[in-house]
């Protein structure tokens, strides 16, 4: 049987080293203050819903100072004045002028062949002449006719004097016994009976003054309307010649040489250079803010001019509303039609608002809260905001001055209440 070696084992009481217990006092020393440096953030580490590094994000700080809302925009130059010619009546067109040409006001820059018309015109002509010819008949024949009228009026009331004097001789002899009586009473019928002639020759007199008057006014209307109508044909032979409405230059031609058109169809162009605006598309959500007589400022070839809105289209295409901008005081000579010029329209400026970089947080929140950044932790905070710019917008309410807010990727936090920015 082999023996242990129990018998022979001591125990040997070893001294811990000097030197490893001052490493392991230094170590817990260590361990104690880096745990108090990196406590709080680690704390709020935990407290978070989420993590998303800082370089995925854009930050901006609320500040107070000017607020300005405008609209730039690219336009072209138009013409306010831009009228497109038409023909008035049917026929061959024989064109004056050529596309670009300066034309003058009243210039015929077209001449439309159109013998039907012409012959019209001739054919009414002769016709007022006529009529009038039958209105001077009807003159002379009332004045005839009154003429003898009072003639007969005059007749009648001769007889009537000769009459009353007959029977005032009757009556002075019948009373001296010279006459009988029967010839007294014979001359009162005479007298009763021119009495009645008279007053049939006033009456007769009188209706045909009136007669003669409707005759004549009836002829005089007609002579009258024909004339119109001669002045209106003759109006449409003139509009044959086709005339520049304004002083400009020609833009487009519709139709070739010696073309024949139908009525009211389309020949050509007239630009007025000295009345040129510019036309842009402003975003629909800018253009309920937008109003006539609104200042701004055009610019292009190095120089910059003051504008005016002058027009706004009631229209919406496309997501986009037309408006032109006319320029304030005397049109620039260099510009051109459909040139490309650059338009910034103020629509609003005021002092002392609050305000932050516009970025995509007001679309993603709908402009109800942000995330306001404070010792690297983005906490959801509640706001209001009022109106925009194209690069700022008004904050009413849950932001000061100086508060850091995420500005844009707020996407990523998920509409998480507190998240953690890491670098």
Do not use: C
């Amino acid at each position: 049987m082999i023996r242990d070696t129990s018998a022979q084992d001591r125990l040997i009481n070893v001294k811990p080293s000097r030197k490893k217990k001052l490493l392991w006092i230094g170590s817990g020393v260590a361990a104690v203050i880096v745990l108090a440096i990196f406590a709080p953030g680690i704390a709020r580490l935990f407290s978070a819903d989420s993590s998303v590094s800082a370089s995925r994000l854009a930050f901006a700080t609320v500040q107070r100072g000017p607020f300005i809302r405008d609209i730039a925009a690219e336009g072209q130059v138009v013409a306010a004045v831009s009228p497109t010619l038409y023909a008035t009546y049917g026929g061959a067109v024989v064109l004056k002028v050529h596309a670009g040409d300066n034309v003058k006001k009243d210039e015929v820059l077209a001449v439309i062949d159109s013998p039907e018309l012409v012959n019209k015109l001739a054919q009414e002509e002769s016709n007022a002449d006529a009529m009038q010819v039958d209105y001077m008949r009807s003159q002379n024949a009332a004045r005839m006719q009154t003429s003898q009228m009072q003639k007969a009026y005059d007749n009648a009331k001769i007889d009537d004097q000769t009459a009353k004097r007959d029977l005032d001789r009757y009556q002075k002899a019948f009373s001296q016994g010279g006459v009988p009586e029967m010839d007294v009473d014979r001359a009162k019928d005479s007298v009763e009976k021119a009495d009645i002639a008279l007053q049939h020759a006033q009456a007769d007199l009188n209706l045909n003054n009136n007669s003669g008057t409707f005759d004549i006014q009836a002829k005089k209307l007609a002579h009258d309307r024909q004339v119109l109508l001669v002045k209106d044909l003759q109006r449409q032979v003139d509009d044959l010649n086709v005339r520049s409405p304004v002083d400009g230059q020609v833009g487009q031609l519709f139709i070739a040489e010696r073309a024949t058109v139908a009525k009211d169809a389309q020949l050509l162009s007239v630009i007025d250079l000295s009345a040129l605006e510019v036309e842009v598309k402003v975003p629909e959500s800018f253009a309920r803010d937008l109003a006539i007589g609104m200042s701004g400022e055009i610019s292009g070839n190095d120089n910059v001019w003051k504008g005016i809105v002058s027009a706004i289209s009631p229209e919406v295409v496309n997501g986009e509303v037309s408006a032109r901008v006319r320029f304030d005081g005397s049109t620039p000579k260099q510009l051109r039609q459909n040139q490309r010029l650059s338009v910034r329209i103020l629509l609003d400026h005021r002092e002392n608002v609050l305000t932050v970089q516009r970025g995509s947080f007001v679309d993603e929140s709908g402009g109800s809260y942000a995330y306001i950044v404070n010792d690297g932790i983005a906490t959801k905070t509640t706001i209001r905001v009022g109106e925009s710019s194209i690069d700022k917008v008004e904050i009413l309410d849950g932001l000061k001055e100086g508060d850091n807010i995420v500005i844009s990727g707020t996407d990523n936090f998920k509409g998480a209440q507190r998240v953690v920015i890491s670098r």
